[in-house]
């Protein structure tokens, strides 16, 4: 009889194992697909130095929304145009907050700036302040004799040193060109190196550049919070107050002086203008113009000089692509006078190989990471409220 009963007791426990997992899967909520995971680490081991890269690899097996872990910590990134938009315009209001970190914590003022803040009231307002006031096209067009002057000085330059037949880092040039630029628009004067802390300006924004995107152990790992291992937290600690202490600064001398003079309203009196005025329909103290103007320095300085120095460097490789750019440059302008930001639209050659960088090279390629406000369902896929969600561009 035996033999008759195991047969049958296997068919039987199969077929109630189908059952339940039929059940079970219709109850459980399916994540996007992903690579697997092993206990702990997450897919972390699958990282290495250039994370939008690795990303891309894997996800030629997955498709273009995946679900991977940092550690404990479930993340979804999107691969393809139509997968960003499921995130940043379909379902725009799930995924409009931002995970919070140190950085943003301390740095930013309990993240007062635009790039880190909560979604909310305050976001909302403070966009739509910065696009109607600060970054307004009339604000923009206001600097353009202040930019043709920094520039006219750095051509000045190297044509002196090419006189010279002397050697140019032109990345540290460049680099001082766009601080230069970003302090004038922002503040209404240059500061040098020596303004802000031992280490100097370049070197301490890159330094909160590298914290903050540096992955955060105790962040992936909730358990090892008490630790501070990676010693983020005193370093973080020691960058907000020297950013502070210069900002404060850059603010007292704004309301000490009389706005006579200046041909431009640079943008912390206008911030400043908006603080005095009690317009604001919004909490707005100096913490938050602190938080903006920290915000408006990182976001020009560092980006623009990326892109212009992987421009340069492409174009120093591809000679072919240099002489088109030469031979663009002397049809529209011609070889008697400066090209002018009016120019601009007429170079399409030059516009095409910017935009051809920017897509090879972008500067921020995974975007700052969204954090969503409840649960959602995308593609059918089901995404949890508190998801880190990251756009590789
Ligand atoms: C930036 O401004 C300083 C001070 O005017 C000047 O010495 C420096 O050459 C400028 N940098 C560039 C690249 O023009
Ligand atoms: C790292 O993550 C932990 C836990 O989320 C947080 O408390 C800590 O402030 C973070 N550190 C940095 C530098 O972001």
């Known amino acids: 009889m035996a033999f008759l009963w195991l047969p049958l007791a296997v068919v039987a426990i199969f077929l109630l194992l189908q059952k339940l997992q039929k059940k079970f899967s219709k109850k459980k909520k399916i994540l996007p697909p992903g690579p697997r995971k092993l206990p702990l680490l997450g897919n972390l081991h699958m990282f290495g130095d250039n994370l939008h890269q690795d990303l891309n690899k894997i996800a030629k097996k997955h498709g273009p929304i995946m679900s991977i872990h940092f550690g404990l910590v479930p993340v979804i990134v999107a691969f393809t145009p139509y997968a960003a938009e499921q995130f940043l315009k379909t379902h725009d209001l799930t995924f409009s907050s931002r995970p919070s970190n140190q950085v943003s914590e301390n740095i930013f003022y309990k993240r007062k700036n635009l790039v880190s803040a909560r979604y909310g009231p305050y976001w909302r307002n403070m966009r739509k302040l910065c696009t109607l006031q600060l970054l307004s096209s009339a604000k923009i067009l206001a600097f353009q ?40 628009m922002i503040f209404g004067k240059k500061y040098m190196d020596e303004d802000l802390g031992e280490k100097g300006f370049k070197a301490i924004i890159q330094d909160m ?24 937290n005193r370093r973080v600690k020691e960058l907000a107050k020297l950013f502070d202490e210069f900002l404060e600064r850059v603010i007292d001398e704004h309301v000490g002086e009389s706005n006579e003079q200046k041909q431009a309203k640079d943008m912390v009196d206008t911030l400043m203008e908006i603080l005095q005025s009690g317009a604001a329909e919004f909490e707005f103290d100096r913490r938050h113009v602190k938080a903006i103007m920290l915000d408006l320095l990182i976001a020009s300085m560092d980006t623009s000089l990326t892109t212009i120095d992987w421009i340069l460097t492409e174009l120093l490789r591809h000679p072919d692509v240099m002489k088109k750019v030469h031979n663009e440059l002397e049809q529209v302008v011609g070889k008697n006078r400066m090209v002018e930001e009016l120019d601009l639209e007429s170079l399409e050659y030059l516009d095409m190989v910017i935009k051809e960088c920017n897509r090879l090279y972008p500067a921020a390629p995974l975007l700052p990471p969204h954090e969503s406000i409840e649960d959602c369902t995308i593609n059918n896929f089901h995404s949890p409220k508190g998801s880190r969600v990251l756009i590789n561009i």
């Open 145 to 184: 004799p202040m930019r043709k002057q920094e520039l006219g000085i750095l051509i000045n330059f190297v044509k002196q040193a090419a006189m010279e037949h002397k050697v140019v880092d032109l990345t540290a040039k460049v680099g001082s060109l766009s601080a230069n630029m970003s302090c004038l």
């Open 209 to 232: 550049l590298h914290i903050a995107a540096l992955p955060n152990f105790s962040d992936f790992f909730p358990f090892l919070r008490i630790f501070d291992l990676q010693g983020y």
